[in-house]
């Protein structure tokens, strides 16, 4: 049974750093592709980051360049995002990911089968 696991959300102030954890069961988590999205209050879910299994390549939304970066761990089967210079703009519930079929557009919601019920990030002073 596929099962993911957000954690680390929390508020933090602007200009500050979190790092969220996705644990992953039933399946072994190098072998797939991994996304992170995200859904602010009254928005659609959006991709984040996503990492591809074939070639290891990583995607990131425009939004995020340079302040996110995403990281497996297989032997501890966990991906996680680590998010720096956080900005309200970054507040949202944040989900991971997966699906056992080949992903090709990895930012798109829609491509992913498997979803963890999320984490809250809020960035406020």
């Known amino acids: 049974q596929v099962q993911l696991v957000e954690s680390g959300g929390n508020l933090v102030q602007p200009g500050g750093s979190l790092r969220l954890s996705c644990a992953a069961s039933?399946?072994?988590?190098?072998?797939?592709?991994i996304g992170w999205f995200r859904q602010a209050p009254g928005k659609e879910r959006e991709g984040v980051v996503c990492?591809?299994?074939?070639?290891?390549?990583?995607v990131y939304a425009d939004s995020v360049k340079g302040r996110f970066s995403i990281s497996r761990d297989n032997a501890k089967n966990t991906v996680y995002l680590q998010m720096n210079s956080l900005q309200p703009d970054d507040t949202g519930v944040y989900y991971c990911?997966?699906?056992?079929?080949?992903?090709?557009?990895?930012?798109?919601?829609?491509?992913?089968?498997?979803w963890g019920h999320g984490t809250q990030v809020t960035v406020s002073s």
């Open positions: 990911a997966t699906d056992l079929r080949s992903i090709v557009r990895c930012l798109v919601p829609d491509e992913y089968g498997y």
């Open positions: 039933g399946f072994t988590l190098g072998y797939y592709a």
């Open positions: 990492a591809r299994s074939s070639d290891g390549s990583t």
